[in-house]
């Protein structure tokens, strides 16, 4: 036979032979390769490393590896508790300013209407206040580049505004009466976040003090103003703190400091690594002998709770309102080597009776709608709290306290509903009331910056049936009047209206001066503080 004819088929079956033996090495080498990436782990912490360089290497696509430790993090740390979050770098500073007691900006309170910056309030001795900024002026401009439209938000704003201190930004204003765009270029500076939100007599011996967090200044803050309350001759305080959700724990314990007995537990804390601390009052707070009422809410959390729970305990005054939020987590920041940052859980808190009031983890974010479908806002009874039959808290005199779930105040007041229709919750949850208010004190502030006081500026605007122009303006932004709601809600809407207006022209402790002329809660804390 001719070798010729051979040749082919030889050929073809060297190809055949290839592809079958490149096969068989192919399928070796890839259980070599996966067998090589089976890392003996030793501890758990190497499985997640390990976890990670082999998708890394040998994922079918080129994956950022950077991005998928960041959204590892987050997914990690939601299997420990609540509260222990991760902070990416971008956000660390804007988190830890509202704690820290400042920041660096321009020193403007902004709303956002029609599109437009609307600056609400000048801080005092601020930045924008030396330049000449106003209350009623739109920045329309920032840097020169316009800066209106559907597209700006809250962040977008402070983003611009806020920067290095020392650092200028230019903006442009259009206030009314005035026809050309003002420039003002503006040197930004450090702008206190205060925490006391109001401080009066609400009546001749009582002092009023709004807590709305627990920040880096709180105690220096809330010292002052009840000092300055003293001085004014208040001999009791109710201290509001409802919808604070915490902060700094050792500005809460130096706060109720001002109120114990030498001796007196404040609260202790104690963890796996972190061993039991008891912060204990020193006898040299100013107001031991002055009687005392806290506010709480369903927002009151973390170092709210712990105020009212060592008020409590130990028997030093009454708590009024409803219960608590249910945080008794301490966390920690670590920060990390990227600028970012882990708040770990590393300890629980204790009330001085020995109660952790931190509510089960089990529909954690569903709790407070769960609260108001069993009627706990309106019905002391309708209350579910965990009341450990094996474990009585006694406080100081021997009165029983429950935990395992937030504070439960010594005197329970329902919300107040009275006035409350579907046309005036349809004005205020979507914001109309609030913007009539700045509307119309932005169409007359001429006029009302000659009241220098709530009640001579309350006086003035109820002359100016305010009602009857807000529900004309509510009804160009599609809700409908209804006269027999309005009269029924008559009262409320007024008081809000009124007090809205009143904060845009005298600010926030004129504001709820207004307001707590009306809170049943406030009512029943002066009721009691007054036997």
Not at 315 to 321: A, N, P, Q, S
Not at 399 to 415: A, C, K, Q, T
Not at 454 to 480: M, W
Request: aromatic letters at 10%; proline letters at 3%.
């Amino acid at each position: 036979m001719n070798k010729r004819i051979y040749i082919p088929l030889f050929f073809s079956l060297a190809v055949i032979a290839g592809i079958l033996i490149g096969k068989v090495l192919a399928e070796k080498s890839i259980r070599h390769q996966m067998n090589a990436s089976n890392v003996q782990v030793r501890n758990p912490q190497g499985k997640i490393e390990a976890l990670l360089n082999l998708v890394d290497m040998q994922y079918v696509d080129t994956l950022s590896y950077d991005s998928i430790v960041e959204k590892s993090i987050p997914k990690i740390l939601s299997n420990l508790d609540p509260h222990s979050n991760y902070i990416p770098a971008s956000e660390v500073q804007s988190v830890n300013e509202e704690l820290d007691g400042s920041f660096s900006g321009i020193g403007v309170q902004f709303n956002i209407q029609h599109d437009t910056v609307m600056v609400v309030g000048v801080i005092s001795g601020g930045p924008s206040e030396k330049k000449g900024i106003l209350p009623g002026d739109r920045i329309v401009m920032v840097n020169d580049t316009l800066f209106v439209g559907k597209t700006i938000t809250n962040e977008k704003v402070m983003k611009k505004l806020r920067g290095p201190k020392d650092s200028e930004v230019k903006v442009g204003i259009k206030r009314n009466g005035t026809k050309d765009l003002l420039s003002f270029t503006i040197v930004r500076g450090d702008i206190p976040i205060t925490s006391i939100d109001a401080n009066y007599l609400i009546e001749p011996n009582i002092g009023y003090v709004k807590v709305n967090r627990f920040g880096a200044t709180t105690y220096e803050e809330f010292f002052r103003a009840v000092y300055a309350l003293k001085e004014q001759g208040a001999e009791r305080y109710i201290v509001d703190l409802r919808a604070n959700s915490g902060g700094y724990l050792d500005e809460a314990i130096k706060m109720i400091n001002e109120f114990l007995e030498k001796g007196d537990v404040i609260v202790y804390t104690q963890g796996k690594a972190s061993p039991r601390y008891d912060a204990i009052a020193d006898g040299r707070g100013n107001f031991k002998n002055s009687k005392v009422v806290v506010l709480i809410d369903e927002w009151s959390a973390s170092a709210s709770e712990i105020f009212a729970g060592a008020i409590q305990d130990n028997d030093r005054g009454t708590i009024i309102g409803r219960r608590s939020f249910g945080k008794g987590l301490v966390q920690q920041q670590f920060q990390m080597g990227d600028g970012s940052a882990l708040r770990l859980t590393v300890a629980r808190y204790y009330t001085p009776s020995g109660r952790c009031i931190q509510k089960p983890y089990d529909d954690y974010d569903k709790d407070l709608v769960n609260r108001y479908l069993h009627g706990e806002f309106d019905s002391e009874d309708s209350i579910h709290v965990n009341k450990v039959d094996s474990m009585v808290y006694l406080t100081k005199n021997g009165r029983h306290v429950f935990g395992g779930g937030g504070i439960m105040p010594d005197i329970f007041v329902p919300r107040d509903t009275t006035g409350t229709t579907s046309y005036f919750n349809k004005l205020y949850n979507t914001g109309i009331i609030y913007e009539f208010a700045f509307s119309y004190t932005d169409k007359n502030r001429e006029k009302l910056n000659g009241y220098k006081t709530a009640e001579a500026l309350e006086s003035y605007l109820e002359r100016e049936d305010l009602i009857a122009q807000l529900a004309t303006f509510a009804e160009q932004k599609g809700v409908r009047k209804n006269p027999t709601m309005i009269e029924k809600s008559r009262q409320l809407i007024n008081s809000k209206t009124n007090a809205y207006v009143i904060r845009n022209i005298l600010g926030d402790c004129a504001f709820y001066q207004v307001l707590n002329r009306d809170d049943v809660t406030i009512k029943r804390a002066i009721e009691e503080i007054t036997k």
